[in-house]
């Protein structure tokens, strides 16, 4: 792993970042730290404006920090080539957004196949087991040839969680990924993360959502940039055991 990361997937040390607004600077993120080790649930949770998407634009080689250390997949992303950190973003991290950000003249299909056709090292068959294998765990099998117009919000969502899982990443951030849904569909969102979850994927959420903080093995609260509190959360046994099973 390299860089002291250990089994962690996500190191964040001392971190910040400033963004310059006319005459002043704002500090979105003072200082934070956060270790995220392989198979967590967890949520960064906080008001709007106090830095959680900017951490999870961090960690997702979208935004390069200010100073401080992210590491992901123990590389240091502040050392990769613009070019290196594309291919992390790539094979290492899984995006779902709270808009879904599908393609809309693509099918189910082709959306979902979409991130594996960046990839050299994926022959066509291969592409094809993935993305069969995903939509049918996702429970969309018979939409597969309908664009996403013509899917419900609740089936876009999870053509979206289909997509950021088929290229296998290391860990899958999704930010807001029920504010846009209704809570019966959300509360089915996100019990089809958590099943994934058990089986081995990691994932980190940015939500001010009660009902996610719920569901979250470890709950990182933000504020004003700053981490106030790592605890974890509802089912705290089962984060632990997450973080050391693998």
Do not use: W
């Not at 089994?7 to 934070?32: F, I, N, S």
């Not at 058990?198 to 569901?215: E, I, N, Q, Y």
Request: charge should be positive.
């Amino acid at each position: 792993m390299g860089n002291g990361a250990g089994d962690a997937v996500v190191v964040l040390e001392a971190v910040t970042k400033d963004y310059p607004l006319g005459k002043t600077t704002v500090h979105a993120v003072r200082g934070v730290d956060i270790r995220l080790e392989r198979g967590e649930f967890a949520v960064l949770a906080g008001p709007s404006g106090s830095g959680k998407t900017t951490v999870l634009n961090l960690i997702g080689c979208v935004d390069v920090a200010t100073s401080g250390k992210v590491i992901i997949a123990g590389r240091d992303t502040k050392l990769l080539k613009e070019s290196e950190r594309t291919r992390l973003r790539l094979e290492t991290l899984g995006f779902i957004f709270q808009s879904f950000n599908l393609i809309p003249v693509l099918d189910l299909y082709q959306n979902v196949e979409f991130p594996l056709l960046l990839r050299k090292d994926i022959d066509k068959a291969e592409r094809k087991r993935r993305v069969l294998e995903l939509v049918e765990r996702v429970g969309l099998t018979g939409q597969m040839k309908q664009r996403p117009g013509e899917l419900s919000g609740g089936q876009r969502q999870r053509v979206a969680i289909a997509r950021a899982l088929v290229t296998r990443p290391a860990i899958v951030l999704a930010d807001e990924p029920t504010a846009n849904l209704d809570s019966a569909t959300g509360q089915s969102i996100l019990e089809l993360m958590r099943q994934m979850n058990r089986d081995g994927t990691t994932f980190l959420f940015s939500t001010h959502d009660p009902v996610v903080m719920a569901a979250a093995r470890r709950v990182i609260r933000i504020a004003d940039g700053k981490i106030a509190d790592q605890g974890f959360g509802a089912n705290p046994s089962a984060g632990a055991a997450a973080a050391h099973a693998h």
